[in-house]
T-cell receptor
């Protein structure tokens, strides 16, 4: 059964800092991995989808990498801003689990002005 | 920009009552999903729906749950007899295709069972 873990659970940084969020998954047989942002009490906003054949995907100040064989992904946020404060979730779509997403517990990010 | 829309945003119901949560997926998407997030826990998959039938469901999705696409735009989740432990945020999602495309989520319905 696929398990997804995110480290750290919480992170507090000063504005302007570059930061890395980590995601690991136990079964490397995945189709893709998706990063989401969740604001308190709100829905999930898709940030990046990275296919299993890709190593990296970029969107603005965000860069996601994927090392499928080692079961790891990182989300790099450049020049963080207070508006980046949210919970960041990663989710994988496994080859044996149809089209469902399996989520990690998230990293709660606070960017202080 | 197209988005997934869910109504209501918050529903309070008494234990044992039936509730219907509504979703309007993105119009050209073909796959629809329900997930839930109990407060402080992970987002969990409930069910996927394609071509007017359930394509996959989790162990959470028991006989108390059902889904329906009553017309060309709405996708609903029904809970027949709510329990206290059904209290959660319920998210609807849709994808253009199945496993290889980006999932878009709605803003969620917070269900509180009292």
């Amino acid at each position: 059964k696929q398990e997804v873990t995110q480290i750290p659970a919480a992170l507090s940084v000063p504005e302007g800092e570059n930061l890395v969020l980590n995601c690991s998954f136990t079964d490397s047989a995945i189709y893709n991995l998706q990063w989401f942002r969740q604001d308190p009490g709100k829905g999930l906003t898709s940030l990046l989808l990275i296919q299993s054949s890709q190593r990296e995907q970029t969107s603005g100040r965000l860069n996601a990498s994927l090392d499928k064989s080692s079961g790891r992904s990182t989300l790099y946020i450049a020049a963080s801003q207070p508006g980046d404060s949210a919970t960041y979730l990663c989710a994988v779509r496994g080859e044996t689990s149809g089209s469902r997403l399996t989520f990690g517990e998230g990293t709660q990010l606070t960017v202080n002005p | 920009e197209p988005e997934v829309t869910q109504t209501p945003s918050h529903q309070v119901t008494q234990m044992g009552q039936e509730v219907i949560l509504r979703c309007v997926p993105i119009s050209n998407h073909l796959y629809f999903y329900w997930y839930r997030q109990i407060l402080g826990q992970k987002v969990e998959f409930l069910v996927s729906f394609y071509n007017n039938e359930i394509s996959e469901k989790s162990e959470i999705f028991d006989d108390q749950f059902s889904v329906e696409r009553p017309d060309g735009s709405n996708f609903t989740l029904k809970i027949r007899s709510t329990k206290l432990e059904d209290s959660a945020m319920y998210f609807c999602a849709s994808t253009l295709a199945g496993w290889n495309t980006e999932a878009f989520f709605g803003q969620g319905t917070r269900l509180t069972v009292v």
